[in-house]
């Protein structure tokens, strides 16, 4: 098993303070240890690379995306509301082949590896697609098998096998499955709750999108709005006019340290703390947020109920294109995004997409932080200007990570300043 030690002007391992002129080891697969390049640098048996100025810090986790739309990106624009977004999602869908599917899954991935995420928890609308693509990439997939009910009033019990059987055959160590029942105004109640059954049994994650937008809110509480209007001849309302979204899914089994909650951008009194509570993950998607012009994001609300927080691209179905430059997944386009939308400082939003987003997988001290112990996931961003803060001189970095490695292999392998 080789070792590889590296060397760099700084390490942020987000769990301790940075060390400046800083090493990790890398041991086979695995991070051996992390500490000032002085301490460090006896391992003498170890090949060392100097990566000279650029800063060390782990593989980010996107929390939430959608693969298979990346070239969607600039297809839908500017929609009058969140209803008629989806009716011109669902006409853009139906023109897809499976391979158009399949090389927008693949170019939103190699997208993200040049971005430095390592891991990506994706909801998957083709799940078709899962066997030819997780072995297609290096990246660490947590494929979420999306699930509706609502157009095709099936069973909730035969949608819900149809996507077990699906995961059963996938190859089990290219990638981790979880379910994704869509969203409480696309999902029937039983639904909801047999997957929330299921994922505890088998020790799965869930993700789910909730409280979107007003008009998912609005039908739920008031059922009224643009979202109940469209949806009340395709399904039963009788879920309606009882409880926020939130609620809802507390109802139904869903609120618990599993669920990996998409979006939640409107609250009723007592939502956050609901969340809080049951150790429920948000994940936020600043530049969606903003295309969609949503209200504030609910950030201290939810940080007050010790909510934990991630960051996600989502698609680029739902992030604003100009017409002169094209959009890419890019979590450090979403953490510059969401410091300036917020008053929260570039290292709480590094750990949103590190620590944050490992919790929300089940993979404290694994991913997203440079450990004893942890994956080898590091990623390396070359940083120029002299800053006394670190984490924002990393946010503001642009264009691809200098580097990038996976489990121990370099995906992106940098250019070394000295190498013995
Ligand atoms: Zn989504």
Redesign the pocket.
Known sequence: MGSVLLRARAVLSMTRPPIKNGAVLVSGNRIAAVGPWKDLSRHARAEVMDLGEMVLLPGLINA?C?LDYTDMAGQITRPRSFPDWIKELLALKAQWSYSDYAQSWLRGAKMLLRTGVTSVAD?EAVPELLPEVWTATPLRIFSFLEMTGVKSHRAPEEILHEALDRIESLPSSAGSPGLSPHAPYSTPPELLRLSAEVARNRNWRIST?VSESRAEFDMFMHRRGPLFNWLKSQRSMSDCGHSSPVQHLERHGLLSSNLLA??VNYLLAGDASLLGNNGVSVVH?PR?HSYFGHDPFPRQELADARVNICLGT??LA?VHQDRHQSVELDLFAEMRAFVSAKDVSAETALQMTTVNGARALGLSGSIGELSEGAFADIIAVPVVQESDDLYAAVIHHTGDVAGSMINGDWILKPQLVRSS
């Open positions: 939430h959608h909801i999108h998409i979006h998607c969606s989502d698609s739902s």
